[in-house]
């Protein structure tokens, strides 16, 4: 499929936001100039940021996503959502004017987040909260959202945490950088500059939308629905084709990941719970793993199994469980897709607790125990650039897969 870097992988609103594990667009892409045709219904059941909904958007298909990240489903509504961006840069100018002229004690707009003093300094929490009061203060809709994710978008830069950590984390270099004065907290410039820098993108995204008005004969509708790919709400034989980049087995803390975003925006009750909501989470409690006996009759997962079990119960039932959901979301792709309908999946491997697990084959055989069957499987390399997904061998480049799946028959069971 070739190297794709830089603006390659970012154009339009692709790179509006940072997330973790993101597919670059051209495999959404490919899947749908391979699979469908402008009109069709697509859909993605772990959305993520977006990129599949994009794609989809743009070479004319009706896409529906669903994710149960907060500030995913945020991200993903303001990347496929065009709007004007002469009207966006006039209220870029009033909110930023707004901004610089309050000199108010703002601390309520302050939330609460744990060990808060740890993340951000005295000044950086005060300027953040400035720029939070006003644009929570603007009229609520897509152009408030626009300013939502910009202002998302500093808040790990502006944090103590080093930024080139996945997860939020304040680092000895990241301290030493502080104390010889290179990092800057300058809240409100980077917020100007994001800001900036983001009415490119959806300037982009407008010019697009008006190729897509023009070049298609129905318009195509996008729409982020519910948020649990186990459970999706939508009616029996209502997609054409699905495609996907799921999560792998505790490999991607996903909530821990924007955590301190998602305090800032109001996002995140209570991270445990969500954190455990999860396909994939690698929280488990003994009253749940304790009376749990594996049951598969999947060989690779059997032998993953066994493995995990010698060492520690938990971690198998983590594994296991994964799976289980997988299976869930197959069985309800299987409802959802049309007659002979397609589900594209990019899935490769990864390891836990050094455990080698061959995710993608073991997928490919609850595919065959939910209705589906193997129609095609490409292999890419990956560099993995900003993942947290342990990779078998921990070598830099590996190999992923996208596999290609038909729904032929209602499944054939409803256990692993």
Known sequence: MGKYIGKQVSYATHGIHRYPAKFIPQIPRFCLESYSKAGDDVLDPFMGSGTTLLESYILGRNSYGVDIH??????????????????????AQQLFSRIRADDDDNSEWIPDIPNRDHWFREDVLRDLATIKKHVWRMRRGDYQDFFKICFSSIIRKMSNSDASSLIPEVTTFRKKLDAQGRTSFDSISRFENAVRSKLIDA??????????????????????????ARDIELEDSEIDLAITSPPYASAVHYVSVHKLEMYWLGLLDDL??????????????????????????????????????????????????????????????????????????????????????????????????????????????????????PRWNNSRIEKDHILVFQRRRAPTSSRL
């Open 203 to 228: 300037e982009e995204l407008w010019r697009l939308s008006k190729e897509v008005e023009e070049g298609y004969w129905s318009y195509p509708e996008t729409r982020i629905i519910g948020n649990d």
């Open 70 to 91: 907060p500030l995913a489903r945020l991200i993903a509504k303001v990347k496929i959502t065009p709007i004007d961006p002469d009207h966006l840069s006039s209220l």
């Open 272 to 389: 445990a719970k969500l954190d455990g909501s999860v396909v994939g989470t690698s929280r488990a409690y003994v009253n749940e793993y304790r009376p749990w006996r594996p049951r598969t009759d999947i060989p690779e997962l059997k032998l993953v199994l066994s493995e995990l079990l010698e060492s520690d119960k938990k971690s198998a039932y983590i594994v296991y469980k994964y799976f289980d959901d997988m299976r869930r979301n197959f069985a309800e792709m299987n409802r959802v897709l049309t007659r002979a309908g397609r589900y594209c999946m990019v899935a490769g491997e990864n390891t836990f607790r050094k455990v080698r697990i061959p995710t993608y084959a073991i997928l490919a055989r609850i595919a065959l125990k939910t209705g589906f069957e193997v129609k095609g499987m490409y292999v890419y390399d990956v560099i993995n650039r900003h993942l947290d997904i």
